[in-house]
């Protein structure tokens, strides 16, 4: 992936969580508790992420080069390069003004003003490196400073940025999300953690898929392959035939033709529950919990397959993941909030101990916040190793983390390729992603 995709990446994470810390103020001002952690948290990850790599990242390369190309970029680059120079001193101001908050020395309004402050700067600052310093690099940079930024970006084994420091930010950021309200995260106590597993590599490939409403064919001769530990996305329009796809490979959707084979063994005429049993748990669109029924209870049904003696080990790596779920155990799975039961039905998936996981459409209707952290779990399982088949609305988001896709029109497969080069696609731009 191209650094400048990874920037905007990176500005939309923060635009993110500048939008729910403003949200939060507002209810701190309007009476609400002031929320120590999740200000705590989320002041810990500008600090880490933004002021200590993504911004010296951007001096060191793209600002310079930048420089050297456009005599018109100064003006521009010495304002947001002072704006770099002074961030930690404006966190540390924000940081003391909370603890004089948290001490009942300052009111929350005056708090709530000061995090008001700070967050629209740092949208002003996002602005004006998407609408103008993004651009001109666009147009004047040459090729050997793209391969210098794309290298510095993309570096896996950089000790600043590489790949153990980004699951790192994913911990900071599924923590942020944890103790965050409910309104716009888990609303948990105390935050979670992302916790490695074994990888149990798998392969799908299904052959000439079809399936049918009456006489209304949804399906159209699909052929895909899912190799051990990718994930592949699935994006298309609504009504393109996505979610009857997954159906059908879960085997609640009859098929008219084709096959399916997974890890070796043909399954095209299994039950779903036997499909289940191999190791193909899904996520189901619109999250679809048991509400009557606790949490605990809901996480129990996603192991009904499973030998008894483990479910209590795997229910605690699940609450560890998502605390609220933990703290709310016992409560009917009806009274969570959206965000709540997404981490539920992708926890009670979970259960099922997958060899591959279906997720359809997992951020749908949900916070901006928790949209994004929907995408951190995801990566987090990804990097564990487990393979995963998802079907997401948000195409750019899906395809960002997936090694393939898929891209489905009227139910038949149109595109495929690497998850980057369908970015790039400029069909797939101008249908999916908006430009």
């Known amino acids: 992936m191209d650094a400048l995709t990874l920037i905007s990446q990176e500005h939309s994470n923060m635009w993110r969580l500048a939008t729910s810390i403003d949200q939060i103020a507002g209810d701190m001002q309007a009476g609400a508790p002031l929320e120590t952690s999740f200000f705590e948290a989320a002041l810990d990850y500008i600090d880490q992420f933004v002021d200590r790599m993504h911004h010296p990242k951007e001096d060191v390369h793209l600002f310079r080069l930048l420089r050297l190309r456009s005599e018109q970029a100064a003006e521009v680059l010495d ?7 002074q961030g930690p001193d404006k966190l540390a101001q924000l940081r003391a003004q909370l603890a004089a908050a948290a001490q009942g020395h300052l009111p929350a309004a005056a ?8 967050t629209a700067g740092l949208k002003s600052h996002i602005k004006t490196e998407e609408q103008h310093v993004l651009p001109l690099a666009r147009k004047v940079l040459q090729p050997q400073d793209w391969h210098e930024i794309d290298q510095a970006f993309g570096n896996h084994h950089d000790p600043v940025f590489g790949e153990q420091s980004k699951a790192e930010f994913r911990e900071l950021f599924h923590r942020i999300v944890s103790l965050a309200p409910d309104s716009v995260g888990l609303g948990a106590s105390s935050a979670g953690s992302l916790q490695a597993a074994t ?11 079809e399936s049918c409403y009456g006489r209304i064919k949804a399906l159209k001769g699909i052929s895909l392959e899912v190799r051990r530990g990718e994930t592949v996305a699935l994006v298309g329009a609504n009504g393109a035939g996505k979610t009857t796809f997954l159906r059908a490979l879960s085997g609640v959707q009859p098929i008219s033709a084709g096959s399916i084979h997974f890890d070796g063994e043909d399954i095209t005429q299994l039950r779903s529950d036997k499909r289940m049993r191999r190791g193909i748990c899904q996520s189901p669109e619109g ?3 048991f509400g009557p029924l606790s949490i605990e209870d809901n996480l129990r049904l996603g192991a009904y397959t499973q030998p008894k003696h483990q479910v209590a080990g795997d229910m605690e790596k699940i609450f560890a993941m998502f605390p609220i779920l933990k703290e709310k155990r016992a409560l009917p799975a009806g009274t969570l909030s959206g965000g709540q039961q997404q981490m539920l ?18 951020s749908m209707g949900l916070a901006p916040l928790l949209v994004e952290e929907v995408f951190n779990v995801i990566k987090t399982l990804k990097s564990q190793g487990m393979t995963i088949l998802l079907v997401e609305q948000n ?3 899906a395809l960002a983390i997936a090694d393939r896709g ?3 029109e009227t139910g038949a497969v149109t595109l495929t390729g690497t998850g980057e080069s369908l970015i790039h696609n400029e069909q797939v731009r101008a249908a999916y992603l908006g430009n």
Do not use: C, S, T
């Open 79 to 85: 304002a947001l390069e002072a704006d770099h120079r």
């Open 345 to 362: 039905a992708i926890g009670r998936a979970l259960m099922g101990r997958p060899r591959m996981l279906l997720l359809d459409e997992p």
């Open 111 to 118: 708090l709530a003003e000061a995090l008001w402050r700070y």
């Open 406 to 408: 898929y891209v489905l």
């Open 395 to 397: 195409a750019f988001a």
């Open 199 to 209: 990888a149990q590599p798998v392969l799908l490939k299904m052959q000439g898929l």
């Open 287 to 289: 999250r679809q919990v």
